[in-house]
């Protein structure tokens, strides 16, 4: 079959309200075997509805295979490599799940007293302290429930600090390659961006740094290493810099992939961070799935952590052992409901003691493996404009394939016709056409060896015949989108007539 006929009959997907069919169920409950009430009475008027939701309406098949349709559609982890650059798209071994989906920590309720929650508060304590124990941190706090939440809280905690000290300071400095969540966390929380450059090697430029730096440096958001894959080989001297200010240095710890087991930002002099759980610590991520960025701080600023902390009685004094600290007269008070998204802790819990610090470290280990020889194989083929070691990941340019009127787009476009899911492109800001490769540590050589053939079959193509790479994908179910028209013009809505 030709790749055009192959595309024509593609099977588009209904919405599954256009499938939907009146008096069609799924479910039926069974008959009231209790009194009827009357909603009105229990809840008052303005809590219930008058008009039933137009729900779609199917049996339980036809939501079980609509849903399957649509799943085998799309590219994910489970079906194939994703080496989308920072955002460490490893398989999550399903023991986690199974985890996870035990009912006494799906069924717990939110608002159950401590008395009655005290398994879960033992795992969150005790991830808590794990963490810790990774990163080098003194005390952690699991609240914020995603990265960029994690940067937030800890740009709160930078500023109560410098305002404990008369003068919260106005500016916060952040490289050039740095993930864009950092200039909008440290704006959010009422700073200005100094950007600084990276010198040629992709490092922070330390002569411009100490340039920079003045009394109202409040801090550094450093990400080591950092996007580029480039480890700051200069960083104890950058944390010198800053602390000579008396501003303070904050680790971007979203991949800690490079490091685990290895380095710890507390040793190197990191005064806070955060962590990903859902990139490093086993939880499916993408698609807007519930994550968790916890954050770490070293003693002397646990004192602003975000309340409630999860503390530990170990003489048990009112009968608990462990308990939600609302005594912190110095937190920057609560971020997030509740206390974050416990089953995502539980998932990281369950990955830490399966793989213990021995475990963890070989992870890191074949990270860097992974992505060095992926980076030796492919070198010859796209231009590396960083050159040396890489640490879990590096950066690509589609600069020579640009000569053919091939971009990094079209490149990550045509990966799709190969069972390949896109590295992450034009980013990071700094490297033009930029492919950025994170192959992970779970990959097998068989399928990092299928993806350098395919990337040297793309490199083929963009010279012999461009217009193929150019016009991709053609095997996937819809073709290329208009990516402007999807985001100027977004139309998602499903209207009944
Ligand atoms: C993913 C990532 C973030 C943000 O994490 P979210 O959970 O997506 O908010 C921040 N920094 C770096 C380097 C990242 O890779």
């Known amino acids: 079959?030709?790749?055009?006929?192959?595309?024509?009959?593609?099977?588009?997907?209904?919405?599954?309200?256009?499938?939907?069919?009146?008096?069609?169920?799924?479910?039926?409950?069974?008959?009231?075997?209790?009194?009827?009430?009357?909603?009105?009475?229990?809840?008052?008027?303005?809590?219930?509805?008058?008009?039933?939701p137009a729900f779609p309406e199917l049996t339980e098949p036809e939501v079980v295979r609509h849903f399957t349709r649509l799943a085998e559609m799309n590219h994910h982890v489970d079906r194939g490599f994703y080496p989308l650059g920072s955002c460490t798209m490893k398989y999550n071994p399903k023991v986690n799940e199974d985890v996870a989906g035990l009912p006494g920590f799906t069924r717990l309720h939110p608002e159950v007293d401590e008395v009655h929650s005290q398994g879960a508060l033992a795992l969150m304590h005790g991830l808590a302290r794990h963490l810790a124990a990774i990163s080098g941190m003194d005390e952690v706090s699991l609240q914020p429930p995603a990265g960029a939440s994690g940067e937030l809280a800890?740009?709160?905690?930078?500023?109560?600090?410098?305002t404990d000290r008369g003068n919260p300071r106005s500016k916060v400095i952040v490289p050039d390659s740095a993930h864009g969540t950092n200039p909008a966390s440290l704006t959010l929380a009422g700073y200005e961006a100094q950007e600084i450059k990276s010198d040629?090697?992709?490092?922070?430029?330390?002569?411009?740094?100490?340039?920079?730096?003045?009394?109202?440096?409040?801090?550094i958001m450093i990400t080591n290493p950092n996007t580029l894959g480039v480890f700051e080989s200069r960083i104890s001297e950058i944390v010198e810099i800053v602390h000579g200010v008396g501003g303070l240095v904050?680790?971007?710890?979203?991949?800690?992939?490079?490091?685990?087991?290895?380095?710890?930002?507390?040793?190197?002099?990191?005064?806070?961070?955060?962590?990903?759980?859902?990139?490093t610590f086993s939880s499916p991520h993408g698609g807007g799935g519930p994550g968790s960025g916890p954050i770490g701080v070293t003693s002397e600023l646990a004192d602003y952590l975000p309340y409630p902390v999860i503390s530990r009685d170990e003489a048990k004094s009112r009968g608990i052992e462990y308990y939600f600290d609302y005594e912190r007269p110095r937190s920057i008070g609560k971020v997030h409901g509740v206390y974050g998204n416990f089953l995502v802790m539980?998932?990281?819990?369950?990955?830490?003691?399966?793989?213990g610090?021995?475990?963890?470290?070989?992870?890191?280990?074949?990270?860097?493996?992974?992505?060095?020889?992926?980076?030796?194989?492919?070198?010859?083929?796209?231009e590396l404009p960083y050159k040396g070691y890489c640490q879990h990941e590096f950066v690509l340019s589609a600069s020579r394939q640009k000569e053919h009127g091939v971009r990094a787009l079209d490149v990550a476009k045509r990966l799709l016709d190969f069972g390949v899911h896109s590295p992450t492109i034009y980013f990071p800001l700094i490297v033009g056409e930029a492919l950025m490769i994170e192959?992970?540590?779970?990959?097998?050589?068989?399928?990092?060896?299928?993806?350098?053939?395919v990337m040297i079959?793309?490199?083929?193509?963009?010279?012999?015949?461009?217009?193929?790479?150019?016009?991709?994908?053609?095997?996937?179910?819809v073709g290329r989108l208009d990516e402007v028209r999807a985001s100027k013009d977004l139309d998602v809505s499903w209207r009944q007539d």
């Open 346 to 355: 539980v998932k990281a819990y369950s990955y830490i003691l399966t793989l």
């Open 439 to 453: 192959p992970t540590e779970t990959e097998s050589k068989r399928s990092l060896d299928h993806f350098v053939s």
């Open 1 to 52: 079959m030709s790749e055009t006929t192959r595309k024509q009959e593609a099977v588009v997907e209904p919405t599954i309200f256009e499938l939907s069919s009146p008096g069609r169920r799924g479910y039926r409950f069974p008959p009231l075997d209790v009194p009827e009430i009357d909603p009105v009475e229990v809840f008052g008027e303005s809590q219930v509805r008058s008009v039933e």
């Open 357 to 382: 610090p021995v475990g963890l470290r070989r992870v890191a280990e074949n990270a860097l493996l992974n992505a060095n020889y992926l980076q030796r194989k492919l070198e010859a083929y796209y």
């Open 250 to 279: 904050y680790m971007d710890g979203a991949n800690l992939n490079a490091l685990m087991g290895i380095v710890r930002p507390g040793d190197i002099g990191f005064d806070l961070m955060h962590f990903n759980l859902h990139k």
């Open 154 to 162: 800890g740009m709160l905690i930078v500023r109560a600090y410098h």
């Open 200 to 219: 040629s090697s992709g490092r922070v430029d330390v002569d411009e740094l100490r340039r920079l730096v003045d009394s109202e440096t409040a801090a």
């Open 457 to 477: 079959e793309i490199a083929r193509e963009s010279e012999s015949d461009p217009d193929v790479v150019r016009g991709a994908p053609s095997r996937t179910p």
